[in-house]
């Protein structure tokens, strides 16, 4: 059985505090919220600018609370991985469901536990990726 992939390109960091660049704003594919070094959250923007898709979720402070974080809405930086339009749907929602399933995010409360995409399926990142960010991640593992 063939692979299916996705392609994710990365730019960033932005600030979570400054409007989304204009280059940026009607893009579509994922973005991870960074804290402290940490992807906190991992979502899909598809519908409005990917800083104020970003920024519209007020959850981080709970959440990052629930689990012994202090937020710094100052500290957070935003990466946006865009993708080709071809590989949008239904591709794009596994790749955040496969990124959610590996990395953890403590602001993402579904998907920790078992990816539920594509299968065999593979998210390459390319570009300027956060720091926590691997090169390649793939389900089942290799």
């Not at 981080?60 to 080709?84: C, F, M, N, P, Q």
């Amino acid at each position: 059985m063939e692979m299916e992939q996705i392609i994710l390109d990365w730019e960033g960091p932005f600030k979570l505090t400054e409007p989304t660049p204009r280059k940026q704003y009607a893009l579509i594919g994922l973005y991870a919220v960074e804290h402290n070094s940490k992807i906190i959250y991992i979502g899909k923007a598809e519908y409005q600018g990917t800083i104020k898709e970003a920024r519209s979720h007020g959850f981080y402070e709970k959440r990052l609370k629930e689990v012994g974080i202090v937020w710094d809405r100052t500290r957070a930086l935003v990466y946006i991985g865009t993708v080709s339009q071809d590989q949008i749907s239904p591709r794009i929602d596994d790749a955040e469901n496969l990124l959610i399933y590996k990395i953890h995010p403590p602001c993402n409360k579904k998907g920790h536990k078992r990816y539920s995409g594509v299968e065999p399926f593979r998210v390459i990142n390319n570009g300027n990726r956060p720091q926590e960010l691997k090169i390649q991640y793939q389900y089942p593992d290799p």
